[in-house]
């Protein structure tokens, strides 16, 4: 049995800019946060002629074709795999569709089982590539490249897409002190709401790709102001960063009406009542996490549990998709 893995995350800059239809314009930039929670895959050879495979669903089938996920297919094809005596497995930490990348990491670490299976030695660059090329290129997904490459790399993370398509990628060069702080003045709150991003993430790259003006210019400030988090970062300044969330949030909140909603927003006052410095919804919007900054964790923290929304605590996690 192979058992694989790859870190869910969170973005702390420039989110939205790694989408081909703003970065073939105007290249972009973000800073990227794998955590310690995980998708894992594992793999089975088993003895009678079929694929089995276990996810939110059940699938028997006995071709690769005929498999309704449609990741596991275009993987399973791009790898040119046809065993049939194979049973595939997923689970999560969190659920899908609540901001955290997990279509991404799933795919991330599903090649990564398919290559030791095959027993390939691939590149933490090629792994992500593909992992892009299925979902980007062949399923034709309107999301960008930040998930696959923070699945596959890891660590705290900065990308530059390039117009080409290239992505470089950078450790943030970050002090061990001003990390600790920032892993431990940030919380997490799950609001309850699971969405697709599909909708929320078309309606920016449609816009990019007819050349919005607004789109551009929200997308331009945005990717500053994942410069401005970086050298935040670096310097060691974080209540700057939590300002600066806040500004974020404001501009992304502005990209599409599906981006939040009155609740969102009741709740998201009420945690900057109690204690939160800056905060912002992960992810491309309409639920899942907010992350907030705070000096004052246990005000912010029980002032939270009134909202009846979950806290998940998390630490950094300094590698990528692996096997275990």
């Not at 960008?144 to 992505?167: E, L, P, R, S």
């Not at 907030?292 to 009846?308: C, I, P, S, W």
Request: glycine share 8%; aromatic share 10%.
């Amino acid at each position: 049995m192979i058992i694989a893995r790859s870190p869910l995350r969170i973005t702390l800059g420039g989110g939205g800019t790694d989408l081909p239809s703003y970065y073939e314009q105007r290249e972009g930039f973000l800073i990227s946060a794998a955590i310690d929670k995980y998708v894992y895959i594992t793999l089975h050879k088993t003895f009678e002629k079929e694929i089995l495979l276990k996810y939110s669903k059940f699938e028997k089938v006995n071709t690769v074709d005929e498999i309704q996920h449609p990741i596991i297919r275009e993987a399973l094809k791009m790898l040119e795999i046809n065993e049939t005596n194979l049973e595939i497995c997923s689970m999560a930490d969190i659920p899908a569709g609540t901001g955290l990348g997990s279509s991404s990491t799933f795919t991330t670490a599903l090649l990564r089982a398919l290559h030791s299976m095959q027993g390939n030695i691939v590149s933490t660059r090629t792994l992500a590539e593909e992992a892009c090329e299925i979902e980007m290129n062949r399923l034709k997904q309107p999301i960008g490249k930040q998930d696959q490459y923070i699945a596959a790399y890891g660590g705290i993370t900065c990308m530059n897409f390039h117009k080409d398509g290239y992505v470089w990628v950078d450790p943030l060069n970050i002090s061990k002190e001003t990390l600790y702080n920032l892993e431990d003045n940030l919380i997490l709150f799950f609001t309850g709401f699971s969405r697709s991003a599909g909708s929320i993430l078309k309606e920016q790259d449609d816009k990019s790709k007819n050349k919005d003006s607004d789109m551009i210019k929200n997308l331009d400030f945005v990717k500053d102001l994942g410069y401005q988090s970086k050298a935040a970062f670096e310097r060691g300044d974080l209540d700057t960063f939590a300002d600066i969330m806040n500004v974020h949030w404001e501009h992304k909140k502005k990209r599409s009406g599906g981006m939040s909603n009155p609740q969102i927003d009741e709740w998201y006052e009420y945690a900057m009542k109690n204690g939160a410095m800056g905060g912002k919804m992960i992810g491309a919007g309409g639920g899942g996490f907010l992350l907030f900054y705070t000096k004052e964790k246990v005000r912010l923290r029980d002032a939270m549990k009134n909202t009846g929304m979950t806290e998940v605590r998390f630490r950094f996690e300094p590698e990528g998709a692996k096997v275990l």
